[in-house]
């Protein structure tokens, strides 16, 4: 069974720097496409940045020149660096994998929460 486990999240000021962290098990070929997701409350799942296994990576707008994601093909993990951040960035952060068979796996999530 796949299991995707989040790390990482916290509370910081606002300027301030977390990096998150996700760890894939049971994935015997690895993923496809990785992303990371964030839902504030009452709004929408939105993507925040994914990347391929060769390591295209896609940002949304909103975190483009802060935020940098990467991932770790043999150990099979997903990183997140979120750098100046603000209070709109608060949320519950998800990793979501996409593997061969383009079955998706989420994880729980991590919240983040950013204080003006």
């Known amino acids: 069974q796949v299991q995707l486990v989040e790390s990482g999240g916290g509370l910081v000021q606002a300027g301030g720097s977390l990096r998150l962290s996700c760890a894939a098990s049971?994935?015997?070929?690895?993923?496809?496409?990785m992303g990371w997701y964030r839902q504030a409350a009452g709004k929408e799942r939105e993507l925040v940045a994914d990347?391929?296994?060769?390591?295209?990576?896609n940002y949304a707008d909103a975190v483009k020149g802060r935020f940098t994601i990467s991932r770790d093909n043999v150990k099979k993990e997903l990183y997140l660096q979120m750098n100046n951040l603000k209070p709109g960035d608060t949320g519950v952060y998800s990793c979501?994998?996409?593997?061969?068979?383009?079955?998706?796996?989420w994880g729980r999530g991590t919240q983040v929460t950013v204080s003006s």
């Open positions: 990347i391929t296994y060769g390591g295209t990576t």
């Open positions: 979501n994998g996409a593997d061969w068979d383009k079955r998706v796996h």
């Open positions: 049971g994935a015997r070929h690895g993923f496809n496409v």
